[in-house]
T-cell receptor, first 116, second 112 residues
Framework: NAGVTQTPKFRVLKTGQSMTLLCAQD?????MYWYRQDPGMGLRLIHY???????AKGEVPDGYNVSRLKKQNFLLGLESAAPSQTSVYFC???????????????FGAGSRLTVL | SQKIEQNSEALNIQEGKTATLTCNYT??????LQWYRQDPGRGPVFLLL?????KEKRKERLKVTFDTTLKQSLFHITASQPADSATYLC???????????FGSGTRLQVQP
């Protein structure tokens, strides 16, 4: 039982390059999230999904796109990377949403991205 | 504006003492509040959830209180151990929002 798996764990990009972070969960969770974590700023929500085929913007969505074509996968894309996107990215999933009270998140180990 | 505030300074305590961490929030009406633990280089791990109608919740050496009048949650670790050293994050969901919002966390260091 792997839980939430993120790939890659580390990546270095040059400004303007594109890349995709992959998140996979094997818990049959409906909800999936992408957060970024920067020193002193805590976790900030980028995008989230409340089910297969759905996506929604979070607190800091600019410069990122997401897709949830399969229930178990949530992809985060950077079309044209910028140094401000240097961060640690965490994917998380939950069985239910906030209104259900079942909004306990299971996190992946993180993906450290550096944009030069 | 909405804020979740946790003490950004590290908390250093001696082994065996009780650690108390604070989470204050403004302009939220949370239905519940959660605490997570994060070790260096790893993702946060869920510890406890407390609902708005609960004053206190316990799990082994952990205790969480929730005061919606003061807009504050306290997180206690009794008989602390060096293995408790980590960053502790509080998180809550505002009515009408669809995802958790996290505080920036407080780093706890337990000295042997």
């Amino acid at each position: 039982n792997a839980g939430v798996t993120q790939t890659p764990k580390f990546r270095v990009l040059k400004t303007g390059q594109s890349m995709t972070l992959l998140c996979a969960q094997d818990m049959n969770h409906e909800y999936m999230y992408w957060y970024r974590q920067d020193p002193g700023m805590g976790l900030r929500l980028i995008h989230y999904s409340v089910g297969e085929g759905t996506t929604a913007k979070g607190e800091v969505p600019d410069g990122y796109n997401v897709s949830r074509l399969k229930k178990q996968n949530f992809l985060l894309g950077l079309e044209s990377a910028a140094p401000s996107q240097t961060s640690v990215y965490f994917c998380a999933s939950s069985w239910g949403g906030p209104s259900s009270g079942a909004n306990v998140l299971t996190f992946g180990a993180g993906s450290r991205l550096t944009v030069l | 504006s909405q804020k979740i505030e946790q003490n950004s300074e590290a908390l250093n305590i001696q082994e065996g003492k009780t650690a108390t961490l604070t989470c204050n929030y403004t302009n939220y009406s949370p239905a519940y509040l959660q605490w997570y633990r994060q070790d260096p280089g790893r993702g946060p791990v869920f510890l406890l959830l407390i609902r708005e109608n609960e004053k206190e919740k316990r799990k082994e050496r952990l205790k969480v209180t929730f005061d919606t009048t003061l807009k504050q949650s306290l997180f206690h670790i009794t008989a602390s151990q060096p293995a408790d050293s980590a960053t502790y994050l509080c998180a809550l969901v505002d009515t009408g929002r669809r995802a958790l919002t996290f505080g920036s966390g407080t780093r706890l260091q337990v000295q042997p």
